[in-house]
């Protein structure tokens, strides 16, 4: 009788372990070895994506924390719905850059909890300006393009994303006022 509560104890462990061990590779991300576009309004763009490690992958230091900022366009007056819609397309499309382009820099905000903060600007031009600023300190950015199917014109620069060292990205956009 106790060999038999013996077998029986080993076999539901087992069991129990073989069906953990089943949760864990299911809940793994995929990440796809080529980009792949998420949405007409962020694929606008017609540069060609290149496949260079960016600058930032050289910089990451595993000391400092990393955020990411989501500088909105103010002047545009759209929506909250909108607003939340364009900064999950900058999310995103910085996101699927750097898996391809700089992991480590990817890895480290991943391991900060992938602070974001999300800030506002008054113009096209404040944003291409801060993008010029954010290249020259070697942090990505992506600018997210509207397609114009719902509330404002076609092909409207609507949000940026930047990320890296907090410090650097506050230099950056340290100065703009919370949305």
């Given at each position: 009788?106790?060999?038999?509560?013996?077998?029986?104890?080993?076999?539901?462990?087992?069991?129990?372990?073989?069906?953990i061990?089943?949760?864990?590779?299911?809940?793994?991300i995929?990440?796809?070895?080529?980009p792949?576009?998420?949405?007409?309004e962020?694929s606008?763009?017609?540069?060609?994506?290149?496949?260079?490690?960016l600058e930032i992958?050289?910089?990451?230091d595993f000391?400092?924390?990393f955020?990411?900022?989501?500088?909105?366009?103010n002047?545009?007056?759209?929506?909250?719905?909108k607003?939340?819609?364009?900064c999950?397309?900058a999310?995103l499309?910085l996101?699927?850059?750097?898996?391809?382009r700089?992991?480590?820099?990817?890895?480290?905000?991943?391991?900060?909890?992938?602070?974001?903060?999300?800030?506002?600007?008054?113009?096209e031009e404040?944003m291409?300006v801060?993008?010029?600023?954010?290249?020259?300190?070697?942090?990505?950015?992506?600018?997210?393009?509207?397609?114009?199917?719902t509330q404002?014109?076609?092909?409207?620069?609507?949000?940026?994303?930047i990320?890296?060292?907090?410090?650097?990205?506050?230099?950056?956009?340290?100065?703009?006022?919370?949305?």
């Open positions: 009788m106790m060999d038999l509560m013996c077998l029986t104890a080993l076999l539901l462990g087992a069991a129990i372990g073989y069906y061990s089943t949760l864990r590779q299911a809940r793994r995929f990440v796809p070895s080529k792949v576009a998420i949405n007409a962020s606008g763009n017609k540069k060609t994506k290149s496949k260079e490690p992958e050289k910089l990451t000391r400092k924390k955020k990411m900022v989501l500088v909105v366009r002047d545009l007056k759209m929506g909250k719905g607003i939340a819609a364009q999950s397309h999310t499309g996101y699927q850059k750097l898996v391809q700089a992991p480590k820099a990817l890895n480290r905000w991943e391991y900060c909890a992938q602070p974001k903060v999300v800030v506002k600007i008054e113009s404040e291409l801060l993008q010029a600023r954010a290249k020259s300190l070697k942090l990505p950015t992506h600018i997210t393009i509207d397609a114009g199917k404002i014109a076609p092909d409207s620069r609507t949000v940026m994303a990320l890296g060292p907090v410090d650097v990205v506050d230099d950056v956009t340290g100065g703009l006022k919370l949305m």
